[in-house]
């Protein structure tokens, strides 16, 4: 497993470099602003690497530095998003850029990466808190009621009226929050879930992940 590499670039396009090794060219997928930062002339190259492997595939992810990478493992980690997406995100977004994105709710900031939609952003909003240790962040701060869009709640209303409201203005119809929140647990091991967590488990009942 490839988890770095330092070496002469050999080739730049628009998304990767032939970076040589040791006497052996390895080609490595950057972001839009990495691939900015690498000289038109060549020069010396120092990557971490993500080594995704997959059964016909191999390849190489490079990141200029260490929260690059682990930020994109993160994302990789969610439901539906692939490492094509991942990199898309990362050549809009720094690292902490996206952490203030999630802390603040912020599906709008999501939405500028290129093939990401609402419905997409807000379920990366609730799957990505935690993976990306936003709570530790945010110290607690942040109204999970602010994930989804900038509306306010009614004071006094259940949780589940409260996930019913979201998905329907994520724009999900009527039938498919029915069948998101039809039978969906709202205790678990005795304790009662809050919003954020009944939001990501019909979020993930919509996207097939249950």
């Keep these: 497993m490839i988890g770095s590499l330092r070496g002469t670039v050999l080739e730049r396009k628009a998304t990767e470099v032939l970076l040589e090794v040791g006497g052996v060219g390895y080609r490595v997928q950057l972001t839009g ?25 191999q390849s190489l992810y490079g990141f200029l530095t260490a929260a690059e990478r682990d930020c994109f493992e993160s994302l990789i980690s969610a439901h539906g998003v692939g490492p094509s997406l991942a990199m898309a995100v990362l050549s809009v977004h720094k690292p902490d850029q996206l952490v203030q994105i999630l802390a603040d709710g912020d599906v709008a900031a999501l ?51 409260v996930v019913r409201q979201a998905l329907g203005e994520l724009g999900y119809n009527p039938d498919e929050i029915r069948a998101a929140l039809d039978g969906l647990a709202t205790e678990q091991d005795g304790e009662a879930l809050d919003e954020a967590s009944l939001l990501r488990l019909a979020l993930l009942r919509l996207a097939g992940g249950h």
């Design 33 to 57: 602003a990495a691939i900015a930062r690498v000289p038109l002339g060549g020069g010396e190259l120092f990557v971490f690497v993500h080594h995704h492997i997959r059964e016909d595939h």
């Design 111 to 161: 939405c500028l990466v290129p093939g990401v939609g609402k419905k997409t952003a807000a379920r990366l909003l609730v799957e990505l808190r935690a993976k990306l240790d936003v709570d530790s962040f945010l110290a607690g701060s942040v109204q999970v009621g602010r994930l989804p869009t900038g509306g306010g709640v009614a004071a006094g209303e259940s949780p589940r009226m």
